[in-house]
Each structure stands twice: as structure tokens, then as C-alpha cells.
């Protein structure tokens, strides 16, 4: 296939399908919710397999998907307004740029290696980390939460911090 040429609907869906994982967390990374960013990729697909979207050539078909999300994902926080959640202009921009240098999906093994430590993760390790990063919940508010001080939660984060930092360089190192 000419690189130039247009993609077709089929072949467009199983990049976009290959790419989920990025591009959600792009998504994720402006809105900031889960299930959010999970629709705005569902939506993507939907209008891929109903033929509907103006397709670019495959080489260009990942910056244009991050397009796609990026725009989806401030009208529907746009529409909720939830901007006052929402991250800064400028900061998507940059956000742009460092997804940008990250296509050629280098950062896949340590994306892996990630979800496999916070999998081994503990339920009270994981729930910690559920509450400050999934939930956004400040580590103040945890602290309430869980009746315990803050300067716990702090401690108990940066250890479960620095334990996956370890289990990524460990897991990298052994896979390769």
C-alpha cells in the first residue's frame, strides 16, 4: 500500500486498535477520566467502522488520531464543563510534543512493565493509588478518607513510588 494514499476504513480501525493504549492515555491526560477517555476512543472507533471520518495517509494516520482525541476530548470537557479540571492550552501542547517523540512506541515495553508491577501490587497499595492518581483525590483528602495523617499517605506513596520504579528497571532489564 502507497504510503501517500489514503488509508481505508478497515485498515485505518486496526491502527487505531494497535494504538489504544497510547491514545487513551493521551485522552486520559487532558480530561483526566478514565471512563471519559475510554468513550472518546470508543466514539473514534465507531465513526472509523461507520466510514464517516476524512482518513489521512497511514504515515500521518497517529499524529491525526491524537488530533482526532485531543479536539474530542475539550468538546466533551467543553460540554460537561469540566474545564476547571481541564489541563492548560499549553500544556496539551506539550503534551503533543512529548507523544509526538514517543510514536514509534519505544515506550511500550515500559508501559507493560508498569501495569505488571502496579498488577502486583497489594489491594491497599492499589487503592492508594487509585485514590490520588485515578480519582485525582489529593493526599490530604486521602488522608481523612483513610484516618490516617498526611504525612503518612506521603510516606506510603513515595514508597510504592519508588517500589515500582524498581520492579520497571527490573522487569526491562530481564525482558530485555
Request: glycine share 2%; net charge positive; aromatic share 4%.
Amino acid at each position: 500500500m502507497d504510503r501517500r494514499t489514503n488509508m481505508n476504513p478497515e485498515r485505518a480501525l486496526r491502527t487505531l486498535l494497535r494504538h489504544q493504549v497510547s491514545l487513551v492515555a493521551y485522552t486520559l491526560s487532558i480530561v483526566r477520566d478514565e471512563h471519559l477517555a475510554e468513550d472518546i476512543f470508543q466514539d473514534m472507533a465507531v465513526t472509523l467502522l461507520q466510514g464517516d471520518a476524512k482518513l489521512p495517509p497511514e504515515d500521518a494516520f497517529l499524529p491525526w488520531a491524537r488530533t482526532v482525541a485531543r479536539n474530542r476530548a475539550l468538546n466533551a470537557l467543553r460540554d460537561a464543563r469540566r474545564s476547571a479540571r481541564a489541563l492548560d492550552r499549553e500544556v496539551i501542547d506539550l503534551l503533543d510534543a512529548h507523544w509526538t517523540r514517543a510514536d514509534d512506541d519505544s515506550q511500550a515495553p515500559h508501559v507493560d512493565a508498569l501495569r505488571r508491577c502496579v498488577d502486583a501490587l497489594g489491594a491497599k497499595a492499589k487503592r492508594l493509588l487509585a485514590m490520588r492518581y485515578r480519582e485525582d483525590t489529593s493526599c490530604l483528602a486521602i488522608a481523612e478518607l483513610i484516618g490516617k495523617p498526611a504525612n503518612t499517605v506521603y510516606v506510603s506513596l513515595s514508597r510504592i513510588q519508588r517500589s515500582l520504579a524498581a520492579c520497571v528497571k527490573r522487569r526491562l532489564a530481564v525482558e530485555g
